[in-house]
Structures are given as structure tokens and as C-alpha cells.
């Protein structure tokens, strides 16, 4: 069974970059037709997909996120990665990192993690 485990620090300061690791393990995240997303959920907010990379490095993007969003992958660790540019303390929210297969939706998340956007 695929799973998943976020990584990164619970604070960042406003205007700074945002970055968080995904931990695959169970699975290649270079199988056909696997994708790999990151959703997140601000507090008293519902959840938002934030963008994913596919099985060959394609990469898709939220357009409300797609100008400060960089998902990226490193296969030799079978990691993928986010990156946000320029946070507010909106962005404060629980990050998941997920894996989905193509046809059949989302498979299994991470267990998430809190990451604050405080000076």
C-alpha cells in the first residue's frame, strides 16, 4: 500500500517561501498513471487543491495558485515537493500531500501537516 508522509516547518514567516517534502513509500511515484498531489486546508475552510505532478513530471496547477505554486520531484528519493512564494498568514493551513491514480481519484494521504504563517 502507497503511503505518504509530509515534511517541512510548522512556521514560516510572511513573504518567505513555503516548503514541504512528500515521502512515498510503497509504491514508485513514476508508476503510470499515479499522480501526486498537495491539498491543503485553512483553518474553518474547506479543503483546496493546490496542484499535483503526474507519473512522467507533468505538472498541474490550482489558477488561483499557479503564479507562487512550484510542485517538483526528485524520483532518486521518491520524493515530490512544494513550494509557495510570498505567504500571507492566509496561507496558514494543514498541508497533505496525495496520491491518486488516474480514473479512480485519490488513493491515500499523508496525515498532514500544520504549518503557520506568523511573523
Known amino acids: 500500500q502507497v503511503q505518504l508522509q509530509e515534511s517541512g516547518p510548522d512556521l514560516v514567516k510572511p513573504s518567505q517561501t513555503l516548503s514541504l517534502t512528500c515521502t512515498v513509500s510503497?509504491?514508485?511515484?513514476?508508476?503510470?498513471?499515479?499522480?501526486w498531489s498537495w491539498i491543503r486546508q485553512p483553518p474553518e475552510k474547506g479543503l483546496e487543491w493546490m496542484g499535483a505532478?503526474?507519473?512522467?513530471?507533468?505538472?498541474y496547477y490550482s489558477p488561483s495558485l499557479k503564479s507562487h505554486t512550484t510542485i517538483s520531484r526528485d524520483t532518486s528519493k521518491n520524493q515530490f515537493s512544494l513550494q509557495l512564494s510570498s505567504v500571507t498568514p492566509e496561507d496558514t493551513a494543514v498541508y497533505y500531500c496525495?496520491?491518486?491514480?488516474?480514473?479512480?481519484?485519490?488513493?491515500?494521504w499523508g496525515q498532514g501537516t500544520q504549518v503557520t504563517v506568523s511573523s
Open positions: 496525495v496520491f491518486g491514480v488516474g480514473g479512480k481519484g485519490w488513493m491515500n
Open positions: 510503497g509504491g514508485s511515484i513514476t508508476t503510470n498513471n499515479y499522480y
Open positions: 505532478i503526474g507519473y512522467a513530471g507533468s505538472t
